[in-house]
């Protein structure tokens, strides 16, 4: 994917940088571990530390020191996440400052010029944002009003001139409605001309991942094969691998980084809870095949027992290790894809990862769907339900 601040590989995950930083790392460390695509967050950057400053600075590239790909939210997820902050309008998005109480309107036109201002290479429209748990016609409303806000951002983006190194993304809303998702992703592929990929929104809400993959599986399905496909909100290793295999391209969350942040340190064998006093006279690296530099400097699960969750040194250890793992677990698909060995990555990732505890059932049957049967000449048991290996981390 050539964008204006060079190219990068898909599919890739996307740490996440809220604030202009990512939790705990400098730029530098950042670029080391090969990562080429962040996120930054337009809701927050717009209030602090605000436009004025980001335009002085030459944008937000400049102001954070990075000089890779960047991605811009286009503040729609904070309909959400700050519900009790916010009204919806047809005009746009009126919030209440959760600093100082001022009222602000965010318009689709509003969103893109705060994102031009911040210089994104990829910015997002503004969508109406509600929870995937949420049914009844507020669904259809949301992914309506998605659709038009959608003909005002590609409106306004095209009338600002930066169509050339600022790309646009649609997102697809509907909830878990089959049918609104099919409404939305036929109103948004007639307009592709003026959008450059498109991200899947609504889902990582708590909905249940059988009904979740198969909204992705709908949506990359139907999706232009000639524009990336985002989908948003993505971080469990297994979620990715199977959004890859369904077509996904490009997936973000915070997950490791705040995962990082609570001790635990993701492995191609699952989560190691370093808090644990089993790991507390384990004198071996998180994985001695990793080559992040928490690993490759040969730092130990005893010593990160010792001081997690009470050094910050701690936390940046393990976010360092956890980035290197999720783009690990990227990069091997893109090579496995490249090599022509995809379901042979996926057997033998899932064998390792979840060989011990079962696979969780959602998995073998989203994988199926694209001729990848997990359990052939294998006698591995099946999880039902959401079968999260995250949900072992603390045994």
């Known amino acids: 994917m ?32 090969g990562v080429s695509l962040i996120l930054n967050n337009t809701y927050h950057l717009n209030l602090r530390p605000g436009l004025k400053v980001l335009s002085e600075a030459g944008g937000a590239h400049k102001f954070q020191g990075w000089d890779h790909n960047l991605l811009t939210d286009s503040g729609g997820f904070q309909l959400v996440s700050l519900s009790k902050f916010s009204t919806i309008t047809e005009e746009g998005a009126l ?18 010029s705060i994102q031009h201002t911040i210089g994104a290479d990829i910015i997002m429209q503004l969508d109406d944002v509600v929870s995937s748990l949420t049914v009844g016609p507020r669904v259809g409303e949301a992914m309506e009003r998605t659709v038009r806000w959608l003909d005002r951002c590609i ?21 878990l409605d089959h049918e609104l998702r099919d409404r939305c992703l036929d109103e948004m592929i007639k307009r592709k001309d003026g959008i ?26 139907k999706l232009p094969e000639d524009r990336p496909r985002y989908s948003m909100g993505i971080g469990f290793a297994e979620d990715l691998l199977v959004c890859v295999a369904l077509g996904i391209d490009m997936a973000d969350c915070v997950f490791p980084t705040r995962t990082a942040r609570f001790g635990v340190a993701l492995t191609h064998r699952g989560p190691l809870n370093l808090r644990l006093s089993k790991h507390a006279k384990e004198f071996i690296p998180i994985d001695e095949t990793c080559p992040c530099p928490t690993c490759k400097d040969g730092t130990s699960r005893a ?13 940046h250890a393990l976010t360092l290790h956890n980035i290197t793992f999720e783009a690990q677990v ?12 995809f379901p042979d990555y996926l057997r033998s990732f899932f064998a390792e990862y979840f060989g011990d505890v079962g696979y969780p059932e959602w ?24 079968g999260a290996k995250w949900e072992y981390a603390a045994s």
């Open 303 to 315: 010593m990160l027992h010792h001081i997690v969750t009470h050094e910050t040194a701690a936390a």
């Open 155 to 175: 409106a306004h983006h095209e009338r600002s001139g930066k169509k050339d190194t600022q790309s646009l993304f649609a997102i697809v809303q509907g909830g």
């Open 196 to 221: 450059a990929g498109f991200a899947i929104g609504g889902l990582s809400g708590g909905e249940e991942k059988d009904v979740f993959w198969r909204i992705i599986n709908q949506c990359a399905e």
């Open 330 to 341: 990227m990069g091997r698909a893109r090579s496995a894809i490249m090599n022509g060995t």
């Open 363 to 386: 998995c073998v049957n989203a994988l199926r769907t694209v001729g990848v049967d997990l359990l052939e000449g294998k006698n591995v048991s099946v999880i039902p339900g959401q």
């Open 95 to 112: 919030f209440e400052s959760p600093f100082t109480g001022e009222p602000t309107m965010l318009t689709p036109e509003e969103s893109i």
């Open 2 to 33: 050539k964008l204006a601040h060079g190219v990068t590989m898909l599919p890739t995950f996307m740490p996440v940088a809220t604030q202009a930083a990512i939790k705990g790392l400098t730029p530098e460390q950042v670029e080391s571990l």
